[in-house]
């Protein structure tokens, strides 16, 4: 054996001769202090590698507008089930109701951009449901004329009709509604009411099915404000079938409501990329309960 002291670098002559004098001074008490170094070793191995499998959302710190980047690119249609989210996705500050009819709750979110239309249009939709009633609020930057509410196929097996303008005060807004009322092929008819005004260059407008009367329309137009804490935790749904996962902000949100960290592979095969990525609570009703996906 060339080297039979072998250790790092042992083909340096100091090296082999301060190791024979390590060796020589060794005593028996030397022992029972390596047995403990040895021990203390493998437990702070087993903390570290314990604590190494614990679902982390985010292994490296991420500044705050590093969070919010798209991992899939600039999109013109966006989800989320919280209003906070939809805050930050709408590019402008938008006024919600503090009020809603009993039993009507928050359901989601949807941004649309629009940059072909001059000026753009950008359009946050908020929707709102009950076991009876359905409400959707639009603010957008550009009004919505009554040409854009006829529906009309291209073969006229479906076809709209609009009332007459009414006219409706509300804490100084200026407030139209209209009626719609739409013929299907089949037969079936659908009415739908829309109540529009304008407040601080935003247009909005409230769509339901009918089934609510203006004295809850007008009480749900007089409670709009700017959100506040309370409304973003009240205007959150947990109860989500299906959900965008946007960027790392969501990866982070959605991560502790599944209760583990996703991970993604960063390399894919040639002439594939990532598109989407979204949270399914439930998509197989014969899943057992709270699996999440």
């Known amino acids: 054996m060339p080297y039979p002291l072998y250790f790092h670098h042992s083909h340096h002559m100091d090296q082999m001769k301060r190791r024979i004098q390590m060796i020589s001074t060794f005593k028996k008490g030397s022992a029972k202090l390596s047995a403990v170094a040895v021990a203390c070793a493998l437990i702070i191995s087993a903390v570290t590698l314990t604590n190494a499998t614990e679902p982390s959302t985010l292994q ?38 503090s009020y809603l009819p009993p039993e009507v709750t928050y359901e989601y979110s949807h941004i649309s951009r629009s940059e072909e239309s001059k000026p753009s249009e950008n359009d946050v939709l908020h929707f709102f449901r009950s076991r009876d009633t359905m409400v959707r609020i639009v603010t957008s930057t550009v009004e919505r004329t009554q040409e854009s509410l006829q529906v009309r196929s291209d073969d006229n ?12 005060s509300v804490k100084g807004k200026n407030v139209k509604v209209i009626k719609r009322k739409t013929t299907f092929e089949e037969g079936s008819v659908f009415q739908e009411v829309f109540y529009f005004w304008s407040e601080e260059g935003l247009y909005y407008s409230i769509e339901g099915d009918g089934t609510l009367e203006n004295e809850e329309m007008v009480k749900i137009i007089e409670s709009f404000q700017a959100p506040n804490e309370e409304l973003r935790k009240r205007y959150v749904n947990y109860n989500f079938m299906n959900s965008d996962t946007l960027d790392l902000e969501d990866l982070e949100y959605f991560s502790e409501i599944i209760g583990f960290a996703p991970v993604f592979p960063l390399d ?26």
């Open 157 to 168: 097996s479906t076809s709209s009709t609009l009332s007459a303008e009414e006219h409706l």
């Open 60 to 97: 490296m710190p991420v500044k705050q507008e590093d969070k919010m980047r798209p991992l899939f690119g600039e999109k013109s249609s966006m989800g989320t089930n919280r209003l906070e989210k939809a805050e930050k996705l709408a590019g402008y500050a938008f006024k919600v109701p």
């Open 268 to 293: 894919l095969p040639s002439g594939y990329e990532a598109t989407d990525a979204f949270v399914s609570k439930k998509l197989n009703f014969s899943y057992p309960e709270k699996r999440r996906r």
